[in-house]
């Protein structure tokens, strides 16, 4: 088994835990022990949805006490790249990372350097417009049908408010992956995410009207894409989401973004 931290490096670590500092050092061990273990899920030795070896089995591995083991297996599954499950048939089960993690950490972030929700807009108004820009130098008709079904389908989420938000950030997301840069993607997907987190229910929109304006908009914006004319695609998106931050009002655009 390939490790990162030396089995020799962990146990010393270990052993040296019983002066006064052994709270510390207990829980640096620990840190050791589950930076190696995540490098391993994240350079995919250790597969999603596989178990980790049992606990009397690791301790041996990695030469540390149960408790270490323990304290290792909780920061783990703090970043959610393992989730424990008890029983018999329990474990430490692997996970991938995920968008919820990071979106969380991210918001906690954001929340702490004072960044608030009218920001938080703005970035999506300078990511999104040369994006999509992009797609419509790019989109196959394949896709272009794949856009306008889901838009179509849309159409139905109109009357739950938050339901239709969700669809049509769906359908952004899915049009910024078709550009098949994977940083934007997820970068897009990590605003969108705290963004909806943040602004469930608001602003009210008891008639509808704003929703189907927004989805005229998204509507009109795949023909754009389709017409092949990035500038002007740009420009329209651009133009959409500057007029959209009107809707969050001047009390919600300084808004602090909260942790998720």
Avoid: C
Avoid at 131 to 142: E, H, Q
Avoid at 221 to 233: E, F, H, S
């Amino acid at each position: 088994m390939r490790q990162t931290v030396s089995k020799d490096e962990l146990a010393s670590a270990e052993r040296a835990s019983g002066s006064p500092t052994r709270v510390l050092r207990s829980h640096r061990i620990a840190e050791l022990m589950a930076a190696d273990i995540r490098k391993r899920i994240l350079d995919r030795d250790l597969l999603v949805t596989h178990t980790l070896p049992p606990e009397a089995e690791l301790m041996v591995q990695y030469g540390v006490s149960r408790p270490t083991l323990r304290e290792a297996l909780r920061l783990l599954e703090a970043e959610q790249l393992i989730v424990i499950r008890r029983g018999g048939k329990g474990g430490a089960i692997i996970q991938q990372p995920s968008l919820d993690g990071a979106a969380r950490q991210f918001g906690f972030l954001l929340n702490y350097r004072g960044v608030t929700l009218g920001d938080l807009h703005h970035a999506r108004t300078i990511i999104e417009p040369p994006a999509l820009a992009s797609l419509a130098l790019t989109a196959k008709p394949d896709q272009l049908v794949e856009l306008k079904r889901e838009l179509n389908e849309a159409t139905h989420a109109i009357g739950d408010q938050n339901r239709h938000r969700s669809v049509l950030g769906a359908i952004r997301e899915r049009m910024v992956e078709l550009t098949g840069t994977t940083t934007t993607t997820m970068i897009m997907r990590l605003l969108q995410h705290v963004q909806d987190h943040q602004t469930t229910g608001f602003p009210t929109d008891r008639n509808g009207k704003l929703q189907v304006l927004s989805q005229k908009a998204h509507e009109r914006m795949v023909d754009l894409i389709a017409t092949g004319d990035a500038a002007v695609a740009e420009s329209y998106w651009r133009g959409h989401l500057l007029e959209g931050r009107q809707y969050f009002g001047q009390r919600n655009a300084k808004q602090l973004v909260a942790g998720i």
